[in-house]
């Protein structure tokens, strides 16, 4: 056979191995033909998978292999052994190269990317056959292709980059290729300052949010704290001294007072009625001692109706005491007119005073 051998993975492939005895061959000449691998004795991972084709007139003993792998990447040696004829080269090996293409490559920085540091950037594939090669390319922050610092080595997929700077920065190309195919991995280096380290940052920023956080939550129990007291203030129970003083006489007052009352609790209800709600969630404990000086104020209120609804039947009574003034009025003008009748009539009946008749002085 020949000395190299090139398949890849997969495939169904024939080793070839001639012999040409020194004695034409009988029919009943014994031939003894064997193939072996790199590991003695019988594999069982060859089950099934591997035959041999042989033709002893013609000399042709070839084996057989089907579905290879990575596995069969190894030398294989085919020997003839003929009793009698002990002349040439019994045995011969050649090589069976598996070609399997390289995986996707796996990049990765080795160091702190920060300035006047040496780092190493890695490029490897889990499997390729043959062994994959490496090269590395790189392009700045804009995209556009650069020449490698002389200081930088590329050996074996590591690239080493020594005292880096920003100028370091953009973006690193690892390609790894083998006979049959190739693959390639990118990676982004941003070269910072010590002091601009990532977790640093990401620690500052992260406090400083805290900090605002609890502020605002202080500044918003502080006011709430004061919107509590002006509501427990302004909703006290009972009225102010003075604070429903009129001027006006005691009959529109006594009427007019329940209507006042009421109209005020509606304004205060319309002016506190939104503040109410957007406080209600963290203060629900003070909305039910609202709600129960709501009660409360109701039933005053519903008691100073009563008081005026009373008030109502005093009117009642009132305009019942003016219309029996009137009918008093009446009578006496009717007393009046009977009265007055019948002394004129008894004028008229008198008879008439003597001209001469003497005056009494004593009236």
């Known amino acids: 056979p020949e000395k190299l051998y090139e398949y890849a993975r997969g495939d169904n492939i024939t080793l070839p191995c001639t012999f040409k005895p020194k004695n034409p061959l009988l029919k009943t000449s014994l031939v003894i033909i064997s193939w072996s691998g790199e ?29 290879i792998t990575k596995a069969d990447n190894k030398e294989f040696e085919c020997r003839v052994q003929i009793p009698g004829d002990d002349e040439g080269t019994p045995s011969d090996t050649t090589r069976l190269v598996v070609l399997v293409a390289p995986s996707r490559p796996i990049c990765k920085i080795q160091g702190k990317a920060e300035y006047g540091k040496n780092i190493n950037l890695t490029c490897l594939s889990e499997e390729g056959s043959p062994t994959p090669s490496y090269s590395w390319k790189s392009q700045d922050v804009r995209n556009m292709p650069r020449v490698a610092d002389p200081r930088t080595t590329d050996k074996g997929g590591v690239l080493s980059l020594y005292n880096i700077s920003k100028d370091a920065s953009g973006y690193y190309i690892c390609t790894s290729a083998n006979k049959i195919r190739s693959a390639t991995c990118n990676i982004t280096l941003s070269v910072m300052p010590p002091s601009m380290n990532i977790g640093s940052t990401a620690g500052i920023i992260g406090g400083v949010v805290a900090a605002l956080i ?28 003075g604070e429903y003083k009129d001027d006006r006489a005691p009959e529109d007052s006594s009427v007019r007072r329940p209507t006042e009352s009421a109209d005020r609790y509606d304004d205060r209800s319309e002016r506190n009625y939104d503040d ?36 109502r039947d005093y009117d009642d009574r009132r305009e019942k005491h003016t219309d029996r003034n009137e009918r008093y009025d009446d009578d006496r003008r009717n007393d009046d007119d009977r009265y007055d009748e019948p002394y004129e009539d008894r004028e008229d009946d008198r008879p008439p005073v003597p001209i001469n008749k003497p005056k009494d002085f004593r009236v």
């Open 276 to 311: 109410r709600r957007s406080d209600y969630d963290d203060r629900r404990s003070d909305y039910d001692d609202r709600r129960s000086d709501y009660t409360d104020r109701r039933s005053d209120y519903d008691d100073r109706r009563s008081d005026y609804d009373d008030r």
């Open 39 to 67: 590991i003695q004795g019988v594999d069982l991972e060859y089950e099934g998978r591997v035959s041999l084709d042989v033709d002893v007139a013609t000399g042709k003993a070839d084996l057989k292999l089907y579905s």
């Open 214 to 241: 609890a502020l605002i939550i202080v500044i918003y129990c502080c006011c709430c704290r004061k919107k509590k007291k002006k509501k427990e203030e302004e909703f006290t129970m009972g009225a102010r001294e």
